[in-house]
T-cell receptor, first 113, second 114 residues
């Protein structure tokens, strides 16, 4: 079956602009995660959804970052007033209820000029 | 708080040689441990996982890892490296299996030369 998909694959924006990154999880997976991977580092947790609700948003760096999952499937990560330091690869993962494995998408590479 | 330390940001081996990638973790609760591999321009792929069953875990592509509680380690090994093993490897820890956030190490880039 289809894996986790993320769009766009690449996004270039200017400092101060607003961006939205989309994640389509594996069908039927109830848990969805967002991570951020900066150059030369491991992925860093941002937020975790169980169904439609954010069960853990402790990794969001500040209030410019927000994520939604209104119907418990697709999720959108929203970044306001982007800064050059937001440049990174944003990864999405999903897992089935009770599962111990997260399946990762290919990521969205965000570049803020 | 949980954390992961991967010793050696770059490891280089000859084709056919033993691969050893080191991972030490810190956790206040029994951990679930994972190794992921990331090939260039691709997503993370699970190699293997430890979920409190057998301490020696076998994964895909001939890799295996041993959970050693006394050493708080989960090192990844492969007896004989292949050119196709060249990639970035990440160790990760979770306190509730995959159903919770993963804490990743900084990664180890494995180079395999002829």
């Amino acid at each position: 079956g289809a894996g986790v998909s993320q769009t766009p694959s690449n996004k270039v924006t200017e400092k101060g602009k607003y961006v939205e990154l989309r994640c389509d999880p594996i069908s039927g997976h109830t848990a969805l995660y967002w991570y951020r991977q900066s150059l030369g580092q491991g992925p860093e947790f941002l937020i975790y959804f169980q169904g439609t609700g954010a069960a853990d948003d402790s990794g969001l760096p500040n209030d410019r970052f927000f994520a939604v999952r209104p119907e418990g499937s697709v999720s959108t990560l929203k970044i306001q007033r982007t800064e050059r330091g937001d440049s990174a690869v944003y990864l999405c993962a999903s897992s089935e209820q009770g599962g111990d494995e997260q399946f990762f998408g290919p990521g969205t590479r965000l570049t803020v000029l | 708080a949980q954390s992961v330390t991967q010793l050696g940001s770059h490891v280089s081996v000859s084709e056919g040689a033993l691969v050893l990638l080191r991972c030490n973790y810190s956790s206040s609760v029994p951990p679930y441990l994972f190794w992921y591999v990331q090939y260039p321009n691709q997503g993370l792929q699970l190699l293997l996982k430890y979920t409190s069953a057998a301490t020696l875990v076998k994964g895909i592509n001939g890799f295996e890892a041993e959970f050693k509680k006394s050493e708080t380690s989960f090192h990844l090994t492969k007896p004989s490296a292949h050119m196709s093993d060249a990639a970035e490897y990440f160790c990760a820890v979770s306190d509730q299996g995959g159903y919770n956030k993963l804490i990743f190490g900084a990664g180890t880039r494995l180079a395999v030369h002829p």
